[in-house]
């Protein structure tokens, strides 16, 4: 459903095989999340759009300004991701939705759905095992930032063996 725009993303992203694992391991994250949760088609298709395009601002932040910290990806991401979708066809429906998601997937505070509470969830999942987090830093993001009952059952069985 969502190869097309798997494929724009990984071309932009062209030579940069970490940045495609990464929004590849975020999109199917995101999904399984998705699913455990039972959202709605729509919410579906938004939170897919924002797990692919998520990090879709670091590139132009390192261009323009040496640096792809969540700032930077949150102010650059939103409207590279909507000429994408626009280019890719198809989301003109959730476009603005996954575009507000985009521009907040590195702020845990006011959480303001369980679409952005997913995409937030899926990308700590990734970036927590890819940055070789402590266990104590995934136990504060489990306590401070995990909210859903899939997500957490996720952060478990990777991090700790339990569920």
């Not at 999340?33 to 959202?39: F, K, V």
């Not at 729509?42 to 700032?71: F, N, P, S, V, W």
């Not at 989301?91 to 959480?111: M, N």
């Not at 940055?131 to 009952?149: N, Y």
């Amino acid at each position: 459903m969502h190869e097309k725009l798997l494929t724009a993303a990984i071309k932009y992203n062209s030579g940069d095989p970490k940045r495609i694992q990464h929004l590849i391991k975020v999109y199917q994250f995101a999904l399984l999340i998705a699913d455990g949760e039972n959202l709605s088609e729509r919410e579906k298709k938004t939170l897919a759009a924002a797990a692919i395009l998520h990090d879709i601002g670091i590139r132009e932040g390192e261009r323009l300004y040496g640096r792809c910290d969540g700032e930077i990806q949150q102010r650059l991401g939103p409207d590279i991701a909507l000429e994408i979708m626009s280019d890719v066809g198809g989301y003109e429906d959730v476009a603005k939705r996954a575009s507000q998601l985009i521009g907040r997937h590195h702020t845990y505070t006011d959480i303001d759905g369980a679409d952005c509470q997913i995409l937030i969830e899926a990308d700590l999942l990734v970036n927590l095992y890819e940055d070789g987090c402590s266990e104590q830093a995934v136990i504060s993001a489990r306590d401070k930032i995990f909210r859903t009952k899939t997500g957490l059952e996720l952060l478990s069985v990777m991090f700790f063996k339990e569920v």
